[in-house]
């Protein structure tokens, strides 16, 4: 487990990969984890990693209360996906396995039927709740995202704009409008659950790809 070294390019890959379709290194809100790897990089994700550098742009703006984010910081390769070389590992690592018991005591046993029968009555519970009907707020946005000029790649952009990726938004279909000598701006529509996504974190994570894009505006927003 892990992402690697995060200064070198192969660590900032894995990074940019895990973050293709998350918005944050744990759950569904800035925590200790994102500070953790943020803490790690040297600086800023160049820009053909927009995942990468889409997430650091927006954990950035959350340094000065940092502190305050929720969860434990806990040691870097404890983060990101399993099956990834961790270089500062401890070579000591093998020998616990030594210390392993293989034959677990009856109080293990015991601890291990309390839990089956605590995620039962969970699972049980969770399946009631969910029967319960819950109305969503959502909305549907049309959103106008505009490139510096004709020179800017396109394809490039909508992908960009593609990674961000947050709880409650959902990306529709897209197509490029002509603006004016030769300069054609991104038209792309995505429906949002009002409470979980606002129009201002979408603009402030979309022009964050300042080397695309050179503004957001809200062309049609309509509820649902």
């Known amino acids: 487990m892990g992402f690697g070294d995060l200064k070198t390019p192969s660590g900032l890959k894995v990074l940019n990969d895990f973050l293709a379709d998350k918005s944050y290194i744990e759950g569904y809100v800035p925590s200790q984890a994102d500070i953790a790897v943020f803490d790690a990089l040297s600086g800023a994700p160049s820009a053909d990693l927009c995942h990468a550098l889409r997430w650091y742009n927006h954990i950035k703006s959350y340094q000065k209360e940092k502190s305050s984010l929720p969860g434990v910081k806990k040691a870097l390769v404890q983060y990101g996906p399993a099956g990834v070389e961790d270089a500062t590992e401890s070579k000591d690592d093998d020998d616990d396995d030594d210390d392993i018991d293989l034959f677990g005591s009856d109080d293990e046993e015991e601890s291990a039927e309390a839990k089956r029968l605590k995620d039962e009555r969970l699972a049980a519970y969770n399946e009631k709740k969910s029967k319960k009907p819950a109305l969503i707020a959502k909305s549907s946005i049309l959103l106008d995202v505009k490139p510096w000029d004709d020179e800017t790649d396109m ?37 949002v659950e009002d409470d979980k996504v606002g129009t201002d974190q979408l603009e402030e994570q979309i022009t964050a790809f300042d080397d695309y894009v050179q503004s957001m505006d809200v062309a049609a927003f309509n509820k649902i």
């Open 155 to 191: 394809a490039k952009l909508e992908e960009c704009v593609r990674s961000v990726q947050m709880d409650g938004l959902l990306w529709g279909s897209s197509k490029l409008v002509p603006v004016g000598y030769g300069i054609k701006k991104l038209q792309i529509q995505c429906v």
